[in-house]
């Protein structure tokens, strides 16, 4: 365990057999449909590459990078989008791919920024999910794990950008940041 991290709060073999869920239960809402996979980087890069290698039915990726943390712990409530999409979205079924939903600001913006342009469907798949930290109600249609109020890192989250590389979803310790 890296020295930074006080508990594993989600090892490796817990987040591959709940990606591979979460993959099959979309298989199987989407079958027969068009699909397109949007990963909110940076955070969600890791999961969005595994999730998608659980996806066995044809489906289009393209990715959005978001910004509202900063080098800090908590949010700016600013939501910068620093890429948008490459592609046009109207008539298509959206999946937005998410790392954690927290207070719920980034993705209370982003569907609000996405739904202006008419997708035919737009949902939400996030890994991890802190609702008692919510500030803005967010719909959360595939939901990977519940998680206490505590500011976790690895598997894509980071903590002032590092950490993103470890394999698990670890509890940083409060000493390394102090606010
Ligand atoms: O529900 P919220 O309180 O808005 O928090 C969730 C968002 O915060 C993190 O992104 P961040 O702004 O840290 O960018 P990053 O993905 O590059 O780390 C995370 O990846 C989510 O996108
Ligand atoms: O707990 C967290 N860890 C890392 N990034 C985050 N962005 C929102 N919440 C978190
Ligand atoms: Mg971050």
Do not use: W
């Not at 969600?44 to 659980?54: G, Q, T, Y």
């Amino acid at each position: 365990m890296h020295q930074d991290v006080a508990e594993i709060l989600i090892s490796e073999e817990e987040i591959r057999a709940k990606v591979k869920e979460l993959g099959q239960q979309i298989s199987r809402d989407y079958a027969g449909q068009d699909l397109l996979l949007v990963g909110i980087l940076r955070g969600a890069m890791l999961f969005m590459s595994d999730l998608m290698r659980e996806i066995d039915i044809p489906l289009n990726i393209d990715f959005m990078v978001v910004s509202s943390y900063g080098s800090g712990t908590s949010t700016s409530g600013e939501v910068r989008v620093l890429k948008d999409l490459d592609r046009g979205i109207e008539g298509r079924n959206v999946l937005l791919i998410e790392d954690i939903v927290d207070t719920g600001l980034t993705l209370n913006y982003l569907t609000k920024y996405l739904a202006n342009r008419h997708p035919k469907s737009l949902k939400i798949c996030t890994l991890l999910n802190k609702p008692s930290r919510r500030q803005i109600e967010v719909k959360v249609d595939y939901n990977g794990f519940i998680i206490p109020d505590k500011f976790v890192v690895g598997y894509g989250l980071d903590y002032n950008e590092y950490y993103r590389n470890l394999p698990y979803i670890g509890v940083l310790k409060p000493e390394i940041y102090r606010e």
